[in-house]
């Protein structure tokens, strides 16, 4: 190694320590201090899945801020309904469409549609989900393919087709709805937990390839709670719902926007999943899997998942 290269390690290593040391600086003054929030009046704001659920508080939300909603569901009675919802909350425009976002030429045809009668959209909302409810030995392969085509896939698409205008203009903001079982394995949503395992890598990957290109003015937003109390989970029970507990929709829908707002890049909720992540991946696997049994991490969805109810969201 010569003289040149030990000089640039140690540049680097001091610019790193020294930027790292500043920004757990400010992390600490946003604990008293809160962030600005962004102003996303006039935003084009398309939201998969808003027929029902967090799809439909979210669209409230965003309505109340001035945004022009577009909503998307196979859902066209609660499509109607979010919208009629939306416009008394304030929304300047309102648009929906049916759209099956597990079919790659469906998205491609409905966001050309899209394109045509809105407008370029600059926060596009990754909601919709599906869960088999069912072990893995006992899932159908067909309810696995469609978990990981609305899950993951989905995303790919959506992805492609409204991203390359936010590049352009280096504006636009890319929200996931992912899921806690999207970080921890849990016990009985084997494939579920690998769509959400998926998700929020791919999230967190073009979220790092825009910061690579100079694109930082497209932000990223990985939304990671535990369950919602929305029937997507019915079943479902916490062991310690002090520290574990089923989630209230429209508290979610609050702090999902909020994280929007502040660019916030990870969301986790409850808080203590950001403890319990950490600690996921420090331990030895028999201390995780003691840990996952203390916390009750096995799930029985009773839950009769099919294709027509896969927008009936967390």
């Given at each position: ?167 352009a203009n280096n504006h636009g903001h890319l929200v996931s709805i992912a899921s806690s079982a999207g970080l921890i394995g849990v016990n009985g949503l084997a494939d579920y937990c690998a769509s959400k395992f998926a998700a929020v890598g791919f999230a967190e990957s073009v979220g790092l390839e825009l910061l690579a290109t100079g694109k ?99």
């Amino acid at each position: 190694m010569n003289y040149s290269s030990i000089m640039n390690f140690f540049l680097e290593t001091i610019q790193v320590l020294l930027l790292s040391l500043w920004y757990n600086v400010e992390s600490f003054i946003h604990i008293f201090v809160p962030k600005k929030k962004k102003n996303i009046a006039g935003e084009v704001v398309l939201i998969t899945g808003a027929g029902s659920g967090i799809g439909r508080l979210m669209a409230q939300e965003f309505a109340a801020r001035g945004t022009v909603l577009v909503l998307w569901d196979i859902n066209q009675d609660g499509m109607k309904e979010t919208a009629r919802l939306a416009k008394q909350s304030g929304a300047s425009r309102v648009h929906y469409y049916l759209c099956d976002c597990s079919d790659k030429n469906e998205v491609y045809r409905v966001a050309d549609q899209v394109k045509r009668e809105v407008g370029d959209v600059s926060i596009l909302v990754n909601n919709a989900g599906i869960v088999t409810g069912k072990k893995f030995m006992d899932a159908p392969d067909s309810l696995i393919e469609k978990t990981m085509e609305v899950n993951t896939m989905a995303h790919f698409w959506t992805y492609k087709a409204f991203l390359p205008a936010m590049i352009a203009n280096n504006h636009g903001h890319l929200v996931s709805i992912a899921s806690s079982a999207g970080l921890i394995g849990v016990n009985g949503l084997a494939d579920y937990c690998a769509s959400k395992f998926a998700a929020v890598g791919f999230a967190e990957s073009v979220g790092l390839e825009l910061l690579a290109t100079g694109k930082d003015g497209v932000k990223t937003t990985i939304v990671c709670p535990y369950f919602i109390n929305t029937g997507m989970f019915n079943g479902c029970q916490t062991k310690w719902p002090r520290l574990m507990p089923i989630l209230d929709p429209d508290y979610v829908a609050k702090k999902i926007i909020n994280a929007v707002l502040t660019d916030q890049v990870f969301l986790l909720m409850p808080k203590s999943m950001y403890l319990i992540t950490a600690l996921k991946n420090v331990v030895q696997w028999k201390q995780a899997s003691l840990l996952g049994s203390y916390l009750g991490s096995s799930v029985q969805v009773d839950c009769h998942t099919n294709t027509s109810l896969h927008y009936k969201l967390h």
